[in-house]
């Protein structure tokens, strides 16, 4: 295949790159023109059968840019994961001509984030994946719309929701070109001959793989937990993590935030300053959103982080959890527990737990959140009866 051009020419948009040894084409369909890529070539020619499909094509009668690649496919072909990631956001994204709301399905892999845009709205239930659940490469997570196409972005590292771009306006800032990642899937897949390799019916690009593997929830380590995990409103990632070097998750921290939800996302989300985070944080009215994957080391108790799973509470120094809050958060620690073999007796308060560096003197977190005064009785009392 030629080689696409860098566009749009004087501010160019990046192209989505991976070294990722295991990589699959994103749908599996019979079209028989599913590896065939719409794009600008180097040479400025038109590749493919349907420039209108290409990356940076106008649309809305020349108002906007097209921001992702469309690829061909028919309604109800599976689409399944490129490679290793998180379901980072999921949510409506396009009435098609058919009357149907399909959707954009977010995954962060471990070089970009993919937008496997226009699938069905009921990809959850069929597939059993929650927002943060970890995929595989080659899963399958999704069905095609009833556009009958499969609209691909790529974004930076990340990001959760779909950028657009308006003629005239400024180069949305996290957005990546897909073109050159799917021109390397598609000429693996197609073993550089333009024709699709025969049986193959996962379309893996680099390894044998026939058929894609189960779906499982994230952080799972194959277990049978009896208590379901709390839907998770948004995996949004925090870059404040690190790894926990081999240690097991033997204990759950709970915190009490003292700021308003969209300050302590902002702030979590900062790669400078207090460099800060959690695994999860809840909101008042019981929304969960999680910012770092259980299997790394979040950075919300120094000296207990590497052994934690830290769980902020939105909330005021003299608030009580709400009741949505008590019910997201007794449900997630429940699952928690059951999922990492952790006793309820080692649920802690930020300022109770062992190991927390109390070298400035300690802290007033959890305050008063959890009833009963600052303190870990208080703690354990509410475990005791919610748990």
């Not at 300690?362 to 008063?368: A, L, V």
């Amino acid at each position: 295949m030629k080689a696409p051009k860098h566009i749009p020419s004087g501010d160019p948009v990046d192209f989505a790159s991976s070294d990722t040894a295991t990589t699959f084409w994103p749908v599996i369909t019979a079209d028989p023109k599913q590896f065939e890529i719409n794009y600008q070539a180097i040479d400025n020619s038109l590749v493919g059968s349907r420039p209108g499909r290409c990356f940076l094509a106008e649309r809305s009668g020349g108002a906007r840019r097209h921001v992702g690649l469309d690829l061909f496919c028919a309604h109800r072909d599976i689409v399944v994961a490129c490679e290793d990631g998180i379901v980072v956001a999921y949510y409506g994204f396009y009435d098609t001509s058919a009357g149907e709301l399909s959707y954009a399905l977010f995954v962060q892999h471990e070089n970009f984030v993919i937008n496997y845009g226009e699938v069905k709205g009921d990809a959850q239930q069929e597939f059993s994946w929650r927002i943060g659940d970890k995929v595989r490469a080659g899963q399958h997570i999704a069905r095609v719309s009833t556009t009958n196409m499969l609209h691909f972005e790529t974004y930076i590292n990340g990001t959760g929701r779909n950028q657009r771009w308006m003629t005239g306006a400024a180069r949305p800032n996290r957005l990546l070109n897909p073109t050159g990642y799917l021109i390397g899937l598609a000429t693996r897949a197609t073993g550089q001959a333009g024709a699709p390799l025969a049986g193959v019916t996962a379309s893996p690009v680099s390894a044998a793989v026939t058929s894609a593997p189960a779906a499982t929830h994230a952080e799972a380590h194959g277990s049978n937990n009896s208590h379901p995990k709390p839907q998770i409103k948004e995996f949004i990632q925090s870059p404040n993590h690190s790894s926990r070097n081999g240690s097991g998750i033997d204990m759950v921290v709970v915190h009490c935030t003292e700021i308003p939800l969209k300050e302590t996302i902002k702030i979590f989300q900062n790669p400078g300053g207090r460099q800060v985070s959690a695994h999860y944080v809840i909101a008042r009215d019981g929304d969960i959103y999680q910012m770092v994957s259980d299997s790394d080391r979040a950075h919300h108790c120094k000296g207990a982080n590497k052994n934690s799973i830290g769980i902020e509470h939105v909330g005021g120094e003299t608030d009580s959890l709400s009741d949505a809050q008590t019910e997201a958060s007794a449900g997630l620690v429940r699952w928690l527990l059951e999922q990492y073999d952790i006793p309820k007796s080692r649920v802690f308060g930020h300022d109770f737990a062992p190991g927390y560096d109390r070298s400035k003197g300690g802290t007033s977190c959890p305050d008063m959140l959890f009833g009963g005064g600052h303190s870990q009785k208080a703690i354990q009392d509410w475990v005791g009866k919610h748990v």
